[in-house]
Every structure is written in C-alpha cells, then in structure tokens.
Nanobody, 123 residues
C-alpha cells in the first residue's frame, strides 16, 4: 500500500502560481510512477501530468504544457506540481496518483490516490 497526501492548494489570482506537493509513505516511492489529475465540479477527472519512476521523463496535458512542471524527489518521497500562469479554467481539485507499473494518462490505471487539494483561480 502507498499512502499519498497532497498539499499546497489554495486561492490565487489569474496569472499567479502555486506549488503542489504529494507526500508518499508506505512503500519505496521510487518504484512508482506518479500522475497528477484534476476534477472540476460537474466534469470528468482529467490528466494533468505524469512522471516516470526515475523522474527522467514526464508527460503533460496540452492544456498545461509550458505552464506546469511535474517533478519528484525520491529521497524525500515527494512529487511536485509547479503551476505557473494559472487561469480560471485551472480551478479544480487536484489529485496525486501512483502506480507500480504505470505512469500514463489514464486515471483508472492508477492504484493509489490521495484525497486531493483544492485549487481556485480567480479572474
């Protein structure tokens, strides 16, 4: 079992920045791919970014490419999502997910999830 806890959400004005963290415990963090997803009210959960176990390769949704950066520090058992140039449409609950064998864009493939952190971007 891997336990994930997100933090760093909040209220920010459009154009601002937030940095989310995902702290992992329970198993060797470096064995797991990590994804960030988000879900706005009334909408499906959508892929934001993901990163391979070593941290050497990442993927991004087109909607956040160039604005968000995913990273991880395996020594600290933590993954991060740096969000810059935030837009009102980025408003959502952001979730961290982990999986032993997967680090892609499909949320149903991830076995472990945090409870989420709210990000609200005002216009």
């Amino acid at each position: 079992q891997v336990q994930l806890v997100e933090s760093g959400g909040g209220l920010v004005q459009a154009g601002g920045s937030l940095s989310l963290s995902c702290a992992a415990s329970g198993h060797t963090f470096s064995n797991y791919g990590v994804g960030w997803f988000r879900q706005a009210p009334g909408k499906e959960r959508e892929f934001v970014a993901s990163i391979i176990r070593s941290g050497s390769t990442a993927k991004y949704a087109d909607s956040v490419k160039g604005r968000f950066t995913i990273s991880r520090d395996n020594a600290k058992n933590t993954a991060y999502l740096q969000m810059n140039s935030l837009k009102p449409e980025d408003t959502a609950v952001y979730y961290c997910a982990a999986d032993f064998a997967y680090w892609g864009m499909v949320h149903s493939e991830y076995d472990y999830w945090g409870l989420g952190t709210q990000v609200t971007v005002s216009s």
